[in-house]
Antibody, heavy 129, light 111 residues
């Protein structure tokens, strides 16, 4: 059974970089049919897609966060990671990693991440000095 | 990138049916059938309920159904049960410029 587990510091100082890792177990991250994504949820608020990566390295980011986000993959460790720079209190949230189905977009002729079918339990990250 | 518009709350009595609407634009909801719906029980992880507009993953009750008309997608829950009380989010592709966007979420209360 596929399991995803987020890990990383629970407290980050303003202006610093938030770094999280998602470890995938019970399945390989190197399966072509999937993307691997990050979603966050500020306290008492809704879900926000951050970005996604395919094991081959193709990435897709939320335009509103793109300038601050880097998502990478380490197939040897079956992990993918999130880095969010220059954080502020507005970045305080529960951060989830999740698996996404890959979908072929006819209009652009490219593959894109689609729905989330498996999620990690989430990790709370607080931005505070 | 604006979130898709959902009502903040809906309610219904056990056994009734309710519909949650997710309104977007011709660039996102209206442009494809790539709408999915997620259920988030209190304090829990989101769970996929509907994908490609009207398909249910294995294990999801057939009381849940999805549809779309123009720029609005909808999730209908029939035969409401107390265990359906949760937050529900729609999620849609916004095209290559906006990528993916969630709705603001709808809190379902079973009276």
């Amino acid at each position: 059974q596929l399991q995803l587990q987020e890990s990383g510091p629970g407290l980050v100082k303003p202006s610093e970089t938030l770094s999280l890792t998602c470890t995938v177990s019970g399945g390989s991250i190197s399966i072509s049919s999937y993307y691997w994504g990050w979603v966050r949820q500020p306290p008492g608020k809704g879900l926000e897609w951050i970005g996604s990566i395919h094991y081959g390295g193709s990435t897709s980011y939320n335009p509103s966060l793109k300038s601050r986000v880097t998502i990478s993959v380490d197939t040897s460790r079956n992990q993918f990671s999130l880095k969010l720079s220059s954080v502020t209190a507005a970045d305080t949230a529960v951060y989830y990693c999740a698996r996404q189905l890959k979908y072929y977009d006819i209009l652009t002729g490219s593959y894109i991440p689609y729905y989330f079918d498996s999620w990690g339990q989430g990790t709370v990250v607080t931005v505070s000095s | 990138q604006s979130a898709l518009t959902q009502p903040a709350s809906v309610s219904g009595s056990p056994g009734q049916s309710i519909t949650i609407f997710c309104t977007g634009t011709s660039s996102d909801v209206g442009s494809s059938n790539l709408v999915s719906w997620y259920q988030q029980l209190p304090g829990k992880v989101p769970k996929l309920m509907i994908y490609e507009g009207n398909k249910r993953p294995s294990g999801v009750s057939n009381r849940f159904s999805g549809s779309k008309s123009g720029n609005t997608a909808s999730l209908t829950i029939s035969g409401l049960q107390a265990e359906d009380e949760a937050d529900y989010y729609c999620y849609s592709y916004g095209g290559s410029s906006t990528s993916w966007v969630f709705g603001g979420g709808t809190k379902l209360t079973v009276l």
